[in-house]
């Protein structure tokens, strides 16, 4: 059985004033694959989004244990995608282009297997380590000299870190915002890790895009917050965090803000990102009208897609491709529970074991490659989308192939 607790306030301004925009399945947390079809199935928790009426941040409220989506559960790993190591250079030359060149020390929260910290060491030859609960991320850091702390990032642990190493002149946070249940922690830690003067680069999923594209499948519990600049930038500065400057990618989990933040008393705001809070605010994403309307389209625009498949499919059963985290949510969302076959997966840690709802077992590309043929195949490793097709394409197959992103979309491979 996975507890989970309901945070009754805002994750960034504590404001207890929250209410429901966004109404989705019940949906389990983290992977939590079955060995055998014997074991029990995971139970199911609440995965509805919120949002603050005080400052318009987006979160979910009911918060599984952390042993249950970290730990020996968590198989994620920056490493496994080629496109990301790409992304973190980019990431790295953008700041020391535009901010700081002569890195000496950069600490990483949520490091996970060290792949960013190995890449602004070749380039900069600075010090680097990193803090990551997750066993087999850190054990992979860790292999490849990459010094890394087994443990949850917070104001107290980070003062602990402060008594063994010096201070950073940069703190680097990619994605671990969405994770935090206990923010003013985290970022009065942060804080705390600085020298005024200091940096604080980091990647958050932007809500923005998750709104516009329709990402359902971003949302997950590991994801307990939705960010936005209007909502960050005054959680930031309360911390003496400014945000001076951000780089948008369209393409990285559908589109995602690297920000770069400087420990200063210094409390304007740069024209760039004025502008792109004032677009945040015409498109709705801020107050809880626009985030309902965003609500009823989403409802919409799920159940004609939901019915334009059963249309095309009949009576056929369904492939489904990537054994993501949020392939559950996206399976319950379609209601295709009873549809589909299996799940292909190579991932050593997800093959041959079986999803946590239904039985669906999981088996590896080659095994399934002899039932492919004229198949209907939905890609739920979502993220990989663009990467799939092309692979699928590249071995001539005959396929009808169901996408969520970058759109709700049945495209037929000839």
């Known amino acids: ?7 009754d306030k805002c994750r960034l301004c504590l404001s207890k004033n929250l209410e429901l ?4 399945p ?5 992977e939590h694959l079955k060995k055998n079809k014997k074991h029990k199935n995971t139970n199911l928790i609440p995965i509805d989004l919120y949002l603050c009426r005080a400052c318009g941040h987006v979160q979910l409220v009911h918060v599984p244990a952390p042993k249950d989506l970290w730990g020996q559960e968590f198989t994620f790993k920056p490493s496994d995608n080629p496109k990301l190591k790409i992304h973190f250079r980019k990431s790295i030359n953008f700041f020391l282009k535009n901010f700081n060149s002569d890195v000496k020390f950069a600490f990483e929260i949520g490091s996970n297997d060290g792949l960013f910290l190995g890449e602004i060491k070749k380039i900069t030859k600075c010090n680097v380590l990193g803090i990551d609960p997750s066993d087999e991320p850190v054990l992979i850091a860790r292999k490849n000299n990459i010094p890394t702390i087994k443990d949850y990032f917070s104001y107290k642990i980070g003062k602990k870190i402060l008594k063994k190493f010096d201070k950073p002149d940069l703190v680097i946070a990619n994605n671990v915002f969405a994770h935090i249940d206990d923010m003013n922690s985290m970022v009065k830690g942060i804080s705390n890790m600085l020298n005024y003067g200091g940096y604080f680069m980091f990647e958050i999923s932007y809500l923005l895009d998750i709104v516009k594209k329709y990402l359902v499948g971003t949302i997950i519990h590991e994801h307990l917050s939705y960010h936005s600049l209007f909502s960050l930038v005054p959680f930031l500065k309360k911390y003496n965090l400014n945000l001076i400057d951000y780089r948008y990618v369209s393409n990285v989990q559908g589109g995602v803000i690297v920000g770069v933040a400087k420990k200063t008393r210094n409390s304007k705001i740069p024209h760039k990102i004025k502008k792109m809070i004032e677009k945040e605010v015409r498109f709705g994403i801020t107050d809880i009208k626009g985030m309902k309307r965003f609500n009823m389209k989403l409802k919409k625009k799920i159940n004609f897609f939901r019915n334009e498949i059963f249309s095309f499919i009949g009576k056929k059963k369904i492939i489904g491709y990537g ?3 949020s392939s559950v949510l996206i399976i319950d969302l379609l209601k295709l529970r009873k549809k589909i076959l299996f799940i292909i997966d190579d991932n050593p840690r997800k093959k041959n074991k079986f999803m946590p709802i239904a039985n669906i077992p999981i088996i590896s590309f080659k095994k399934a490659y002899k039932n492919m043929s004229n198949s ?5 490793g979502w993220a990989q989308t663009e990467r799939i097709i092309k692979f699928l394409k590249s071995l001539g197959l005959k396929l009808n192939i169901i996408t969520i992103y ?3 979309k049945i495209i037929k491979l000839k």
């Open 406 to 408: 970058p759109k709700f």
């Open 376 to 380: 209907v195949l939905i890609i739920l």
């Open 21 to 24: 925009i966004v109404k989705l």
């Open 323 to 325: 054994a993501a985290r």
């Open 26 to 30: 019940t949906t389990v947390p983290g």
């Open 1 to 7: 059985m996975i507890k989970f607790k309901i945070q």
